[in-house]
């Protein structure tokens, strides 16, 4: 089975409990103050559990959010209640073109896929889905700090026992790779590093233009040693 379809699950979901509901409202703050008010409404493309998605919702944006993890969108409405939601695969979203005002892209949802033209079919699906002018937010890991800060292992201890993590980095295919071992199970999470001049041209290419790159959610702007890459910017008009 494909890692994403395995991995984003219940075993997820205990791993990265410490990403609760005051990150999510900080970095909502932080897209409503570089994107400001949308007409329309706002895509959270891999929303996970709809955190982000419930927050955006709470400060009064009209926001829908998609997901390939059944367990992870049937978890969100168990936790906020009924969400506009739905199971979809990003390569291939199932909404009309132009169909968002806005796009926001949380928590290193990208890189996900085995070859390079299925990480550019998502690029290509959100410059689709947005309208002309539509704003985005693309927050994503920095190929350099994770080279410089990756730690090989880590024992964690969490309610369910003992989680061994395993990462490396495969030059092969630039992919960052973490193998998480519980109990007798063991899961692999791998996500294709693309730097910034990747990204740019793959954005550019399809329509999207960024207009800022941050490298924290308070703010700074982006170089060598953030610990994110996040960009702000728009559909091409």
Same mark, same amino acid.
């Given at each position: 089975?494909?890692?994403?379809? %395995?991995?984003?699950?219940?075993?997820?979901? %205990?791993?990265?409990?410490?990403?609760?509901?005051?990150?999510?409202r900080r970095q909502v703050a932080f897209f409503r103050e570089h994107a400001g008010s949308v007409d329309?409404?706002?895509?959270?493309?891999?929303?996970?559990?709809?955190?982000?998605?419930?927050?955006?919702?709470?400060?009064?944006?009209?926001?829908?959010?998609?997901?390939?993890?059944?367990?992870?969108?049937?978890?969100?409405?168990?936790?906020?209640?009924?969400?506009?939601?739905?199971?979809?695969?990003?390569?291939?979203?199932?909404?009309?073109?132009?169909?968002?005002?806005?796009?926001?892209?949380?928590?290193?949802?990208?890189?996900?896929?085995?070859?390079?033209?299925?990480?550019?079919?998502?690029?290509?699906?959100?410059?689709?889905?947005?309208?002309?002018?539509?704003?985005?937010?693309?927050?994503?890991?920095?190929?350099?700090?994770?080279?410089?800060?990756?730690?090989?292992?880590?024992?964690?201890?969490?309610?369910?026992?003992?989680? %061994?993590?395993?990462?490396?980095?495969?030059?092969?295919?630039?992919?960052?790779?973490?193998?998480?071992?519980?109990?007798?199970?063991?899961?692999?999470?791998?996500?294709?590093?693309?730097?910034?001049?990747?990204?740019?041209?793959?954005?550019?290419?399809?329509?999207?233009?960024?207009?800022?790159?941050?490298?924290?959610?308070?703010?700074?702007?982006?170089?060598?040693?953030?610990?994110?890459?996040?960009?702000?910017?728009?559909?091409a008009r």
């Amino acid at each position: 089975m494909t890692w994403y379809k %395995e991995w984003f699950g219940e075993a997820y979901l %205990e791993l990265y409990a410490h990403r609760d509901d005051e990150e999510a409202r900080r970095q909502v703050a932080f897209f409503r103050e570089h994107a400001g008010s949308v007409d329309g409404v706002i895509l959270d493309l891999a929303c996970g559990t709809g955190r982000h998605l419930a927050e955006l919702n709470a400060e009064g944006y009209e926001a829908f959010g998609c997901d390939l993890s059944f367990t992870l969108l049937r978890t969100g409405i168990d936790e906020y209640g009924p969400l506009p939601v739905a199971r979809a695969d990003m390569r291939s979203l199932p909404f009309g073109s132009g169909s968002f005002s806005g796009l926001v892209n949380f928590f290193t949802s990208f890189g996900y896929f085995a070859t390079e033209d299925e990480n550019l079919k998502v690029v290509r699906e959100m410059a689709r889905v947005l309208r002309p002018g539509g704003v985005f937010l693309f927050d994503y890991l920095n190929v350099d700090r994770e080279l410089d800060k990756l730690v090989e292992r880590e024992t964690l201890e969490t309610p369910s026992g003992r989680v %061994e993590i395993e990462r490396w980095f495969d030059p092969r295919d630039r992919s960052f790779n973490k193998r998480i071992t519980i109990g007798q199970k063991r899961y692999l999470e791998r996500v294709r590093g693309y730097d910034l001049g990747e990204i740019s041209t793959m954005f550019n290419s399809s329509g999207l233009s960024i207009r800022e790159a941050f490298g924290d959610f308070d703010g700074a702007p982006f170089d060598a040693a953030s610990p994110r890459l996040i960009l702000v910017g728009s559909r091409a008009r």
